[in-house]
């Protein structure tokens, strides 16, 4: 092209879509077939069969590129794509006029391996629940009767909105207590686990009975703030029952996990916390028709025994003759009665006074045969039975015993006492016995 001709294409004014049909043609030219790696955020499979969705790029850059699949494609997939999944996508470069953007037709689609979130998802998850935070034991029944609900989500979002609609249609005698809270971004975890906390301290008429922690659908990244450690253990400590109602119908975040009731949208949370005013005012009739009948039903035995009793005192000279008849039953069996009674007592008194006859008997026995024993044994030990055999029993005269030849002195006086009497002696002389040793 000359220099005029450039000057031309400088001056020319396009038409918008004129324009983007040019870009689309030398992006087509340029980029005819092109291969890209990135992970899957926000699919949305239409009614059509066509899918759109965002590739984002794995190496947390930011970057992203619109993608639409077309029902052709999309009909080959061998697999089901997931938001945070990690995929190879073939197609071309285009431009969609509508909306001036820049996006890949997608031709072909193959799994590279699970996105660096998704793997983060799934260590999280396996950590949690090793740790059995997801436990069914730990989940709670719901209250029976929920006369206030705390709402847990972002004060702008269409799941507000959702909710509140369901429980006046549904529930209009239940109080909610919204607590704004931020759902999305790098500080909505901290945020919701504030809300988390405050709802818990609260007394009185703030007091609620159970907690719906709700939030509109959303990509992986969108949704992350419900799979952030934090916020999941502040659900599984809550005092409060919660009801999980994150996302769509698929999405399933850890907050869902550790809840204990899982609402698959937030207008289900909403239908799951409270049952319709409609089924209270039956239970009440109900209850009201029960009562009724039990009340009648005592009433009719009440008045039965008022009968009976009525008939009774009719004729009361009857009665006074039964009752007189009765008390000499009584009066026969009770001296029947005591004639056994104090015959029993006579015949134990009888054994037990021969019982203690013959315990005393026995024991007078015993006692003489030890008093005879004691006789026989002081008697072999009384000296006069020793003197009896022969032998004398020597005293110096004042009493005392005379045992050995060294207590003697030649012409000394002694006494011999003998069976029958005693006689005086003088020693004329002392002779020891050599045989035995002399006493020291």
Known sequence: MNELGRMDAARMVWGVGA??????????????????????????????????????????SGAALRCAMFRRAAGLLDFSPQDGQ???????????EARGELQLVVESMSRAGVGALYEQFLRLRAKLEAEGLFDAERKR???????????????????????????????????????PSLVQGEQAPAALVRALAQVNQEQGTRRADLILLVRGGGSLEDLWAFNDERVVRAVAQSGLPVVCGVGHETDISL?????DLRAPTPTAAAELAALPTQEWLEHLQSLQQRLRRSVLAHLDRRAQRLDRVSLRLARPGAMVSRQHQRLNNLANALAQQLKR???QRQQRLERLVLRRQHAQVMLMQRLQQRLHAQQQRLSALDPQRVLSRGYVWLDDGAGQP???????????????????GRAQLRVEGVQPNLAL???E
């Open 141 to 179: 029944a719901l209250p029976g009767f929920v006369r206030r609900v705390a709402i847990i989500t972002s004060p702008v979002g269409a799941a507000l909105q959702d909710v509140l609609t369901a429980l006046a249609r549904r529930a209009p005698h239940v109080q909610a207590l919204v607590y």
């Open 437 to 439: 040793p002399a006493k």
């Open 402 to 420: 005379i045992g050995s030849v060294t207590q003697l002195q030649p012409e000394q006086q002694a006494f011999a006492v003998l069976v029958d």
């Open 341 to 343: 009674q104090l015959a």
């Open 86 to 96: 990690k995929v190879q996508l073939r197609g071309r470069l285009a431009v969609y």
């Open 19 to 60: 324009l983007l049909l040019a870009v689309s043609d030398s992006l087509a030219q340029r980029f005819a077939s092109v291969a890209v790696e990135g992970e899957i955020s926000g699919f949305v499979r239409a009614s059509s069969g066509h899918c759109y969705f965002t590739l984002k790029d794995g190496a947390g």
């Open 255 to 259: 907050c869902d996990l550790a809840a």
